[in-house]
T-cell receptor, first 113, second 114 residues
Framework: GQNIDQPTEMTATEGAIVQINCTYQ??????LFWYQQHAGEAPTFLSY????GLEEKGRFSSFLSRSKGYSYLLLKELQMKDSASYLC??????????????FGQGTILTVHP | DTEVTQTPKHLVMGMTNKKSLKCEQH?????MYWYKQKAKKPPELMFV???????INESVPSRFSPECPNSSLLNLHLHALQPEDSALYLC?????????????FGEGSWLTVV
């Protein structure tokens, strides 16, 4: 089975930096995704990590440690439009989990002026 | 902008109705998915089609019936639904059904069963 944990809610101030953590336990692992979802909208892809280390993409960065079953999403220079739910999702490797993406519960981020 | 298009965006149906949700992608992706999302919950996988064949059915009740007419289209046929089936239904696609390929979501179809 799988277990994916992330904080339920976080708040931050406009212009600041926030880190959203995700821990996972899985029987098979082939990468970790971060998605952003605004209320009433579909999830949009932010990042994908399959090897250990940091992936940077503009204001957003994502880190993975496979040995620790740990990832984080770092958002810099926060803007009001970054208020959304951030979903950590694990991709399974092979077998009957072929093509399966399992999501954590999501972290609702609220950015204040 | 998403290149996965879903119709209708909103659907209200009675428990005895038969309706269908439609999804289309033109990215040349060979895997397509249906996810269900309840309010304040993460998306939950329902079905995976890979190369137009059903590869995963997550024990979904038979009142939901998927269909993949070709590699660009995915339908979800609905019959005799229950009020608890009301949710956002998300279609998605990826290059192949192999794990590790980025999954891109459509904007979803909001379904209300009355």
């Amino acid at each position: 089975g799988q277990n994916i944990d992330q904080p339920t809610e976080m708040t931050a101030t406009e212009g600041a930096i926030v880190q959203i953590n995700c821990t996972y336990q899985t029987s098979g692992f082939n990468g970790l995704f971060w998605y952003q979802q605004h209320a009433g909208e579909a999830p949009t892809f932010l990042s994908y990590n399959v090897l250990d280390g940091l992936e940077e993409k503009g204001r957003f960065s994502s880190f993975l440690s496979r040995s620790k079953g740990y990832s984080y999403l770092l958002l810099k220079e926060l803007q009001m439009k970054d208020s959304a739910s951030y979903l950590c999702a694990v991709s399974n490797a092979g077998g009957t989990s072929y093509g399966k993406l399992t999501f954590g519960q999501g972290t609702i981020l609220t950015v204040h002026p | 902008d998403t290149e996965v298009t879903q119709t209708p965006k909103h659907l209200v149906m009675g428990m005895t109705n038969k309706k269908s949700l439609k999804c289309e992608q033109h990215m040349g992706h060979r895997a397509m998915y249906w996810y269900k999302q309840k309010a304040k919950k993460p998306p939950e996988l329902m079905f995976v089609y890979s190369y137009e064949k059903l590869s995963i059915n997550e024990s979904v009740p038979s009142r939901f019936s998927p269909e993949c007419p070709n590699s660009s289209l995915l339908n979800l046929h609905l019959h005799a639904l229950q009020p608890e089936d009301s949710a956002l239904y998300l279609c998605a696609s990826s290059q192949e059904g192999q794990s590790g390929n980025t999954i891109y979501f459509g904007e979803g179809s909001w379904l209300t069963v009355v």
